[in-house]
Structures are given as C-alpha cells and as structure tokens.
C-alpha cells in the first residue's frame, strides 16, 4: 500500500496510545505486526528530520535549533520530504474487530484510518 510520509509522521502517537490498549489476542497481533513497520518507518523519518534540523540550525541551550533566516528553507524542505509516498505491506484489520473498549477520537482514527478495512 502507498501511504504519504506525513500520515505515518502523523500516526506514531495515536498508535502508540492504540497499542497501550487491551484487545483480543489475535487483534493486538495483527496491529502489532503493522504498527512495527509504521514504527520503523518513523524512525527514518524522524532521522531526516534531525538531519535537516542540524543543516539548518544551531546550537543554542544545549539543544540544536533552527536559525531563523533558515526557517523558510527548513519548512519546505521537510514539507517536501513529508508528500513523498512509500509502499508499506500491512494486513488491514477489519474495524468491527476492534473491541468497544477502545478509545480512540474521530481525529485519531482519522489518522490511523489506513490501518483498517471497513465491512
């Protein structure tokens, strides 16, 4: 499945706070399989957008910092890289799988929707 940089960019907390939760076995064990690739594809994100943090920035209270005349070139280069597609193979979990007791917000959902198959 071809799936943009910026939704799993924008995923990683909501499927940290879905793998916290309990569900049946079989469940947690097909999410837990597609969240790994998700959670490895953040990795590589997150390590560009380090990179591009330290090309940009400076060091300034211990921590390395964007320059201010260098914000502009920061967010487009990293807009850039967050439209990129890449292919991930996951198995969708259908949505009526899912117990009642998970919590989840619509906006929360919205941005793990890729993950499940409507029935």
């Not at 920035?57 to 914000?71: F, L």
């Not at 007791?101 to 619509?106: C, E, I, K, M, Q």
Request: proline letters at 4%; aromatic letters at 6%.
């Amino acid at each position: 499945m071809k799936v943009t940089l910026v939704k799993i960019y924008q995923s990683n907390l909501v499927i940290k706070k879905l793998v916290s939760q309990e569900m049946p076995a079989n469940i947690a064990f097909r999410i837990g399989e597609s969240t790994k690739v998700l959670e490895e594809k953040f990795g590589e994100i997150e390590k560009q957008r380090i990179s591009l943090v330290e090309k940009y920035g400076e060091p300034k209270d211990g921590k390395t910092q964007v320059k201010e005349d260098k914000i502009q070139d920061f967010v487009k280069e990293w807009g850039d890289l967050l439209k990129e597609e890449t292919d991930i193979e996951i198995k969708k979990v259908p949505l009526n799988c899912l117990p009642d007791t998970v919590s989840l917000t619509p906006a929360e959902m919205r941005n793990i929707d890729f993950l499940f198959e409507n029935n």
